[in-house]
């Protein structure tokens, strides 16, 4: 994951930079606060990914949070004042060794850098937010085989997850949710090799149109567009979450309409509802299908 360092604004990067130079005379004075300010803005260019590279689902989730765009336009327009402060410091430096009054000459500059960076200050201020809402994104591996649990909030997901990788889960500060991504491992054996397979739980969606999804379940679509292998879909008949069983067969419809992977469909709390599918029955309390889920699963990846 990137490792982008504090943005500070206009107000910030001006203190510092001339708090740097406030013991230099002349040219020096000029060529600190240049050298302060090319090396920070350069910094913040340089920080963020190079959208052009970076895998789809980081690409789109990016986009959703914090606008491609508008950061693109955000990092050319700090560029552009690191090039004219240059300039203008070049030109400054030339002057006092020309012998113009040093002192005229700095204050000079100093207003000018100042009207600089106040021009890219809500520049900044946009990229420190977008830096850190990527900061929280999650280290997900896209290159071994994913598995997403999906499905209605309070279904079971996380009960699932927990019994499969055998492990507490890893949870990740992320966007998808509140108490963020959880995120999980775990190892099968097929054709006499171990794999190691990543899980993931995707935030609870409902069953509406796309335009009416809110941002976290957005932010869901993405990862079931971009990563798995499979998808763990997961139902309660027990009504237990609180939603329908309609509602939760009419997302399940919807998902496989959206994602051409393949979709394992799976009854949650069983003890509970005694089954009123004909899908995988399940039940975390009891252990009841989970072998035969992990069978599934290693049939899929």
Not at 59 to 78: A, P, Q, R, T, W
Not at 178 to 194: A, R
Not at 295 to 300: D, N, Q, V
Request: with cysteine; aromatic share 6%.
């Amino acid at each position: 994951m990137w490792k982008i360092g504090k943005i500070l604004n206009a107000e910030q990067l001006m203190d510092k930079a001339f708090r740097r130079a406030k013991k230099k005379k002349g040219s020096e004075k000029i060529e600190e606060i240049r050298k302060t300010l090319n090396e920070s803005l350069r910094r913040y260019v340089r920080d963020f990914p190079s959208f052009d590279n970076i895998h789809p689902f980081y690409y789109e989730l990016i986009d959703l949070l914090v606008g491609i765009n508008k950061m693109k336009k955000s990092l050319s327009s700090v560029e552009w004042a690191r090039k004219k402060i240059l300039l203008l410091s070049r030109d400054g430096i030339k002057k006092i060794r020309k012998g113009e009054d040093a002192r005229k000459t700095v204050i000079d500059l100093y207003g000018r850098i100042s009207s600089l960076l106040r021009q890219i200050d809500e520049d900044l201020k946009f990229l420190e937010n977008a830096r850190f809402k990527i900061s929280k994104m999650p280290s997900v591996s896209t290159d071994i085989p994913t598995i997403i649990i999906a499905g209605y909030p309070n279904v079971g997901k996380s009960s699932i997850l927990s019994i499969l990788s055998k492990a507490k889960p890893e949870i990740a500060p992320y966007p998808f949710t509140t108490k963020g991504l959880v995120l999980g491992h775990f190892h099968i054996n097929k054709d006499y090799e171990e794999k190691k397979i990543q899980i993931i739980e995707a935030p609870g969606m409902l069953d509406r149109p796309i335009e009416e999804k809110n941002e976290i379940e957005k932010q869901a679509i993405v990862a079931l567009k971009h990563l798995p292998k499979a998808i763990i879909f997961v139902l309660d008949a027990s009504m237990h979450c609180g939603y329908p069983l309609k509602n939760q067969l009419n997302l399940l419809e919807e998902v496989k309409k959206m994602f051409k992977v393949k979709i394992i469909v799976v009854e949650n709390k069983v003890d509970l509802s005694g089954g009123k599918t004909d899908y995988i029955k399940i039940s975390c309390k009891s252990g009841e299908g989970i072998e035969e889920l992990k069978e599934k699963i290693k049939e899929l990846v």
